[in-house]
């Protein structure tokens, strides 16, 4: 069956301008979330939407980092005014919540984001 | 604030060799681990995962430990083959919504 996608695969940016990545999760799944996974780091977690709830916004770098989930589906990560710090690849994620209990995530295969 | 570290950050080995990784957390008020696959310039794929409540998992080739007492989580891999080159991930899930993941485990298996 459809996995999580993502797109774009790959952008380049220059530094200032703002990017919107997009991801699609696995149909049913109502939580989504968003990571980052910067060179020669772990994985950083960004936000989390689940269902109707208002979205987790603590991993959120800074107000320049905003994401939506339009009609508990598609979700897009906004970066306004790019730096160089924000180059990284950005994960979605998409799980099910079963009885109050989350279960595996699924990952997309990310948007490798470069920022000249 | 949850840290997950993982030892060691590379490993190499002889096909045929059974390994094990290792990964540690500072919190153990987890609501389970989950153990994954990195492929080079690929997404995360799911291998395990172990609820608080339990103690290991098994997949195939695979087995995940959890002892949350001392905040240890280990993967064991039987017979590696080269296509279990990759990187692998733990990540613990705490509190409502985080994962915190360690850096990861950089496997070559030498055929």
């Known amino acids: 069956g459809a996995g999580v996608s993502q797109s774009p695969s790959n952008k380049v940016t220059e530094k200032g301008k703002d990017v919107e990545l997009r991801c699609d999760p696995i149909s049913g799944h109502t939580a989504l979330y968003w990571y980052r996974q910067s060179l020669g780091q772990g994985l950083e977690f960004l936000i989390y939407f689940q269902g109707n709830s208002a979205p987790d916004k603590s991993g959120l770098p800074s107000d320049r980092f905003s994401a939506e989930r339009t009609g508990g589906s598609v979700s897009t990560l906004t970066i306004q005014r790019t730096q160089q710090e924000d180059s990284a690849v950005y994960l979605c994620?998409?799980?099910?919540?079963?009885?109050?209990?989350?279960?595996?995530?699924?990952f997309g295969p990310g948007t490798r984001l470069l920022v000249l | 604030k949850q840290e997950v570290t993982q030892i060691p950050a590379a490993l190499s080995v002889p096909e045929g060799e059974n390994l094990v990784l290792n990964c540690s957390f500072t919190d153990s008020a987890i609501y389970n681990l989950q153990w994954f696959r990195q492929d080079p310039g690929k997404g995360l794929t799911s291998l395990l995962l172990?609820?608080?409540?339990?103690r290991e998992q098994t997949s195939g080739r695979l087995n995940a430990s959890l002892d949350k007492s001392s905040g240890r989580s280990t993967l064991y891999i039987a017979a590696s083959q080269p296509g279990d080159s990759a990187t692998y991930l733990c990540a613990a899930k705490t509190g409502a919504n985080n994962l915190f993941f360690g850096t990861g485990t950089r496997l070559t298996v030498i055929p």
């Open positions: 172990i609820q608080s409540s339990q």
């Open positions: 994620a998409s799980s099910l919540v079963s009885g109050g209990r989350v279960e595996t995530q699924y």
